[in-house]
């Protein structure tokens, strides 16, 4: 079936480092791509999202780049911070359900 | 503007029993999906709703349904559990169908089936 792969489960980085998480698709008609921060305890949280007819969006720290060709698609977060520390998923519209990646789990160490 | 809300946020049943959950979507929100969080599986789509009608349905058995009102609020129910339905469920909405406009999610309902 339609699903997404993210890598990697969990990162460590220090804090000032950048943190890239990587995702895959299988559906080459995928046009919507966000990602979504989840604190422990709390909500998910849509922090960016880009659409097909864009390879790059970035939004002050945050930045998405989207290859269709390769269907993969990646967060970066530069200048990481202590309150970057959450859970991060990436999601794709497959076939018109949103279809999340298993999380990356990313812990910013002071 | 109020946030999406979920009601009941924690909710202990047993197996055999079934559960009505709520979501009140965002004002003027007319599109709700629903999802299953699990530590082993992530989120999982359940279905979404716009305007009424059941738009999409993820890979659950048939136990797990869903409606939507015409206010856009929408329940979704689960019949005969079993402890493998505990998890935290999440409602999300937004102004149009899934993918056409953000969507936000609601605090969720954990559920815990013994």
């Known amino acids: 079936g339609e699903n997404v792969e993210q890598h990697p489960s969990t990162l460590s980085v220090q804090e000032g480092d950048s943190a890239v998480i990587k995702c895959t698709y299988s559906?080459?008609?995928?046009?919507?791509f966000p990602w979504y921060k989840q604190e422990l305890g709390k909500r998910p949280q849509l922090i960016i999202d880009?659409?097909?007819?864009?390879g790059e969006k970035k939004d002050q720290r945050i930045a998405v780049t989207l290859n269709k060709t390769a269907k993969h698609f990646s967060l970066h977060i530069t200048e990481t911070q202590p309150e970057d520390s959450a859970v991060y998923f990436c999601?794709?519209?497959?076939?018109?359900?949103?279809?999340f990646g298993k999380g990356t789990r990313l812990s910013v160490i002071a | 503007k109020a946030g999406v809300t979920q009601t009941p946020r924690y909710l202990i049943k047993t197996r055999g029993q079934q559960v009505t959950l709520s979501c009140s979507p965002i004002?003027?929100?007319?599109?709700v999906s629903w999802y299953q969080q699990t530590p082993g599986q992530g989120l999982q789509f359940l279905f979404e709703?716009?305007?009424?009608?059941?738009?999409n349905k993820g890979n659950f058995p048939g136990r797990f349904s869903g409606r939507q009102f015409s206010n856009s609020r929408s329940e979704m129910n689960v019949s005969t559990l079993e402890l493998g339905d505990s998890a935290l469920y999440l409602c999300?909405?937004?102004?149009?169908?899934?993918?056409?406009?953000?969507?936000?999610f609601g605090p969720g309902t954990r559920l815990l089936v013994l």
């Open positions: 709703y716009f305007s009424e009608t059941q738009r």
């Open positions: 999300a909405s937004s102004r149009a169908p899934t993918g056409e406009e953000t969507q936000y």
């Open positions: 999601a794709a519209l497959l076939n018109t359900p949103l279809v």
């Open positions: 559906d080459s008609a995928s046009n919507y």
């Open positions: 880009i659409r097909s007819n864009v």
């Open positions: 004002s003027g929100h007319r599109s």
